[in-house]
């Protein structure tokens, strides 16, 4: 009977993931500036719900997603870079939000998905990449991290235990 439960279990884990991933999709096709869209929403909320890998697998996939639909405008090896600190950042919220709160976790989060992203672009496409794109990367940020966040905390306690 244990079993069973446990196959349950991940089924709807499974299922839940599938559906995270298949938002991501429809949030890559709403664009903020070139890449920058509102497809890292899911991979966030996944990392605080779910737990920091399922996180950071939805989130990186949602970047690809993003990359593919605007045609990997910097390139598919970037993308792919791009998609690995993604999966780090959704690491890192779940692990702040649960050392410290949503709060710090919530600014953590946008300070790494934004000004230290396009930082760390610099040595490949220089400071010039970076004065166009910190803005927009980060106020995308924060609308997918805070979004993240608030469909959390809207969810009752004992649903996400």
């Known amino acids: 009977m244990k ?3 446990n196959t349950l279990k991940n ?3 499974l299922t839940l993931v599938a559906m995270l991933i298949a938002l991501s999709a429809v949030g890559a096709l709403v664009k903020v500036f070139n890449t920058v869209a509102f497809d890292s929403m899911p991979g966030y909320f996944a990392a605080l719900y779910l737990g920091a890998g399922y996180g950071a697998l939805v989130i990186s996939l949602g970047h690809l997603l993003t990359a593919i639909t605007s045609g990997f405008p910097l390139g598919l090896t970037n993308h792919l870079y791009i998609a690995v ?3 780090v950042y959704a690491y890192l ?3 702040f939000y649960q050392k410290f709160n949503i709060y710090i976790a919530v ?3 946008t300070i790494l998905n934004g000004p230290v992203a396009a930082l760390l ?3 490949i496409f220089g400071w010039g ?3 166009a794109w910190v ?3 980060t106020i995308a940020s924060f609308a997918n991290v805070f979004l993240a966040a608030l469909i959390y905390k809207a969810i009752p306690k004992r649903s996400r235990e």
Request: charged share 15%; net charge positive.
């Open 135 to 137: 803005l927009p990367l």
């Open 85 to 87: 600190q993604m999966a």
């Open 129 to 131: 990449f970076f004065a």
């Open 11 to 13: 089924v709807k884990i």
């Open 3 to 5: 079993e069973k439960a």
């Open 107 to 109: 600014i953590g989060a």
């Open 121 to 123: 672009m610099v040595p």
């Open 93 to 95: 919220f779940r692990f």
